[in-house]
Structures are given as structure tokens and as C-alpha cells.
């Protein structure tokens, strides 16, 4: 496999043979939030390992790294960020004829993925969605970080009205309508704990839902992170993981500190395993 153009952020990336006849898969990737401008190129390594780890069973690899304004200030609606994504899968799966399809996501991207997995219910590439796969992704949402966040969002309820924050940036705390739908207890996070990620038709097919986690995780508290997919869904916490390993950057298994990159190591197999796992598919 030759990885020597980098991976594209916003559109199809193709790896392996090119022929119809060979086995194919898509990948869909969505990334979590970055305090500044998203700085995608992070995940490079992440996305390498994703190809790596799937190309014994699909000789050809399409991957889609998903491209939106994944920053902590971003006034974008989730369900409008959700909907381009499966518009995207649309017109894909009308283009190609795939034979698996894998949704992988991380950190806030993790949220997104669970509502794709609503919205798309009825999608006819749908059946064919064998797995997806929450890196450090809190499936309840995240905690206001800092006491002005706390003050914010507790304001917004007393006043009875959460849509006044999600109308204003709130520049000053750097937090904007897409990060705020995370923050518990908002309207968007409601509904998307109150619904099942899964098919509500036991005689349908649907994804085999992994979810893997970092013991030291600041950002997302394991504890609060109960698959919504259990009993049915895969919960792993790596120890002595943090939040940011699970970008998996080569340098960082250079760190001197041996108990990190005992972590990172973890991290990495963790992802390999859960891609590999075969999962039954009910029918």
C-alpha cells in the first residue's frame, strides 16, 4: 500500500486496487473539536492505522475523512453537520457498489456519529454499516469544563431559554452553538439520549457499536460513559490512556516516559482489535 500523499480532509480518499470486483469498503471518519482552527492533520496517523488494519480483507479502501468546522466557537447546528455527512454516504454508495461500510469518530465527533446512526436509519446503505467505533467519545455528552461555562449554561436555564444560547457565540467563553449542544443538559443531547442509536426492528441489520475509552481521560469521565448500545455494544477502558492519545501520532511513541507509550501501544492495538472483530449481523 503506498501512503505517500497524506490523507484529504472533505473528500474521498482511495487506497488499494481500483478494480469493481474486488472487495471495497468505506470509512467514514469524524473528528472531534480543536480550541483554535481545526488542526485535522492530527489525525493522519489515526486514519493510516485505520487503512492499515483494513486492508487484508478489502483490497480497496475509500475513506472519508469528514470536513466541517470542528471548533469549540463553531455556530453550525449539530443535525445540519449530520445530515451533510449522510448526504455525502448517499452519494457515494450510489457511486460505488461497497461491501462494508465502518463509521470511526472521535472525542465530540463521537456524538455526531450516534445521530448519524438516528438519522439514518432508513438509509438503504444502512444494512451494510457493519460497525462504529467511538474513540474517547463521551455518548452522554461533556460537562461544562470551567466554572464560567457552569455560570453560562445554568444562566440560559433559569432563563427558561437554552435557544438564547445557542443563538450567540459567547465569544468570550470561546464556546459557540456546536460545542454547546454537547454540554449536558441541552435540548440536542436530550433527544439523542432518549433515543436508541440502534434499529428498533430487531429483524434489521445493524452496527456492532465499539466504544473505547482512556482511563485518564479529562475531558470525557468514564465513570458517566455507559454505552447507549449496551448490553449489545463493546465498552473499553485502556489504562493510563488520555484524551489525545487516541490521535495516535507516530512522535508521541517516541516520549521517554515509558508508561506513555505503553499507553499509546494499548490505544493502538484497542483500535486494531475493534476493527477486526467480526460482529454478527442480525437478520
Known amino acids: 500500500m503506498t501512503t505517500a500523499a497524506p490523507w484529504q480532509f472533505g473528500r ?12 471495497r469498503c468505506l470509512v467514514v471518519f469524524v473528528p472531534g473539536l480543536f ?19 483494513l486492508s487484508p480483507r478489502f483490497a480497496a479502501r475509500d475513506l472519508l475523512p469528514v470536513w466541517y468546522l470542528a471548533t469549540f466557537w463553531s455556530p453550525r447546528d449539530p443535525d445540519a453537520i449530520v445530515r451533510e455527512i449522510i448526504g455525502q454516504i448517499d452519494e457515494l454508495t450510489r457511486q460505488s457498489e461497497y461491501d462494508s461500510l465502518q463509521l470511526v469518530s ?29 474513540l474517547a467519545s463521551d455518548d ?31 465569544g468570550w467563553l470561546r464556546i459557540g452553538r456546536l460545542a454547546l449542544a454537547g454540554l449536558k443538559p441541552s435540548p440536542w443531547l436530550v433527544e439523542l439520549q432518549q433515543s436508541s442509536p440502534t434499529m428498533p426492528n430487531p429483524s434489521q441489520p445493524r452496527p456492532a457499536i465499539f466504544q473505547i475509552l482512556g482511563e485518564l ?23 493510563g490512556a488520555r ?41
Not at 474521498?12 to 472487495?23: F, H
Not at 456519529?113 to 439514518?120: H, S, T
Not at 449554561?153 to 433559569?158: D, H, K, P, V
Not at 479529562?218 to 455494544?233: E, I, K, Q, Y
Open 12 to 23: 474521498l480518499n482511495r487506497r488499494g486496487d481500483t478494480a469493481d470486483t474486488v472487495p
Open 35 to 53: 480550541s483554535g482552527w481545526p488542526r485535522l492533520e492530527q489525525y493522519q496517523d489515526l486514519l493510516t492505522l485505520i487503512d492499515d488494519t
Open 106 to 134: 472521535h472525542s465530540f465527533g463521537g456524538l455526531l456519529a450516534l445521530r448519524l446512526l438516528q438519522l439514518a436509519r432508513e438509509k438503504p446503505w444502512f444494512a451494510k454499516l457493519e460497525r462504529a467505533l467511538l
Open 140 to 170: 452522554r455528552g461533556l460537562l461544562p469544563a470551567t466554572r464560567l461555562q457552569r455560570l453560562a449554561t445554568s444562566a440560559g436555564r433559569q432563563m427558561g431559554d437554552w435557544s438564547f444560547l445557542d443563538r450567540c457565540s459567547l
Open 217 to 239: 481521560d479529562r475531558v470525557v469521565n468514564a465513570t458517566d460513559a455507559p454505552l447507549l448500545a449496551a448490553p449489545s455494544g463493546h465498552l473499553q477502558i485502556v489504562p
Open 243 to 283: 484524551h489525545r492519545y487516541f490521535m495516535l501520532r507516530s512522535r508521541w511513541f517516541e516520549h521517554p516516559d515509558p508508561t506513555v507509550r505503553t499507553a499509546l501501544a494499548a490505544v493502538r492495538q484497542a483500535v486494531r482489535t475493534a476493527l477486526l472483530q467480526a460482529v454478527p449481523r442480525a437478520t
